[in-house]
C-alpha cells in the first residue's frame, strides 16, 4: 500500500536489469512502478507483482500472473480527499481480487492502458 506518497514508475529497462533472474528468456518488462517497497511490473508475457516482507524487506514474495488468467480488472481514480488510486484485478479461481495502491503521481489511466495492452490479446 502506498501511504508515504512515493509511488512512481521506474525505468522498464532497469526493472529489466533489477529482475533478470525472474525473466525468462527473451521476456521483456514494458513498464514498472514501485510502491513503497514493492514492485509491480509488466512483461510482454505476465503481470509480476514483487512483495517485500517483513522488516527488513530482505524476504520477499514474487507473484507472477499469467494475462490469460486475469478475468477482468478494475481501477479506482484518486479523488479530492481520498489521494489513493486503486488497481483491482481478478484472476481465475480466485473470489477476491489482488489489490494494489497507487499515489497521485501515478498516472491510473496508464498502468490501465497497459493491462488492457496485455489483457484483450
Do not use: C
Request: net charge neutral; hydrophobic share 40%; no cysteine.
Amino acid at each position: 500500500m502506498a501511504l508515504f506518497g512515493n509511488a512512481h514508475s521506474i525505468d522498464p529497462a532497469q526493472a529489466q536489469q533489477d529482475n533478470a533472474r525472474l525473466l525468462g528468456q527473451g521476456e521483456q518488462v514494458h513498464a514498472a512502478y514501485l510502491l513503497i517497497r514493492d514492485t509491480i511490473f509488466f512483461t510482454d508475457r505476465r503481470l509480476v507483482l514483487v512483495d517485500k516482507q517483513g522488516i527488513t524487506g530482505k524476504k520477499t514474495e514474487y507473484h507472477s500472473i499469467p494475462y490469460k488468467s486475469i478475468t477482468h480488472f478494475a481501477v479506482e481514480t484518486a479523488g479530492t480527499f481520498d489521494l489513493d488510486a486503486e488497481l483491482k484485478i481478478w484472476i481465475s479461481g480466485s473470489q477476491l481480487p489482488v489489490q494494489k495502491t497507487f499515489t497521485k503521481g501515478v498516472d491510473i489511466y496508464e498502468v490501465q492502458a497497459i493491462l488492457t495492452q496485455f489483457v484483450a490479446r
